[in-house]
């Protein structure tokens, strides 16, 4: 059995960047379940877990296009010192929350920090890079309308 739009799976992956360094896995730990064509994960990481079926292993090299997007430089944008709370005191790097004007929260990094203010980049850290995905489908969860079928 090949996996297939609406299937709910559970993959083992591990993510790399360009240079082949691993940046995260869920070896050794659960692999993740989802069900394809639902978008819970990226694009490129759906089309590839498509047509795998259990046991199988597939590398993936993804395109930003295809993962977390190209970076926006418009999503870059200067907090104010003066509309930060008195005890706002960040470190270059820090990834924080802040909330649009509909309040929903949004993670920021802090890129910079000037005399103004804060330089904040909302854009995902992984945005605007090649990424690599080794995949290992480990099983096609059967769904209720699957068992009685």
């Known amino acids: 059995m090949e996996v297939k739009n ?3 799976v559970k993959v083992h992956y591990t993510l790399k960047d360009a240079n082949g360094d691993t940046i995260e896995t869920s070896k050794g730990i659960a692999p993740i379940e989802f069900t394809v064509g639902e978008g819970m994960v990226i694009p490129g990481f759906e089309k590839g877990v498509t047509g795998m079926k259990p046991n199988e292993t597939k590398r993936l ?3 930003p296009e295809d993962s977390y997007g190209l970076r926006d430089e418009n999503k870059v944008f200067e907090f104010a010192r003066k509309s930060a709370p008195g005890d706002f005191d ?11 004007a509909d ?3 949004v ?6 920090i000037t005399d103004k203010g804060f330089m904040m980049d909302a854009n995902h850290p992984l945005a605007g890079k090649e ?19």
């Not at 990424?131 to 079928?149: A, C, M, N, Q």
Request: proline share 7%.
């Open 131 to 149: 990424l690599i995905f080794e995949l290992e489908l480990i099983e096609i969860v059967p769904t209720e309308s699957k068992l009685t079928g």
């Open 90 to 100: 960040p470190r270059i790097g820090d990834t924080i929350k802040m909330h649009r």
């Open 61 to 63: 090299t993804l395109s």
């Open 6 to 8: 609406g299937d709910k």
């Open 103 to 105: 309040g929903r929260s």
């Open 107 to 112: 993670p920021v990094t802090v890129a910079a």
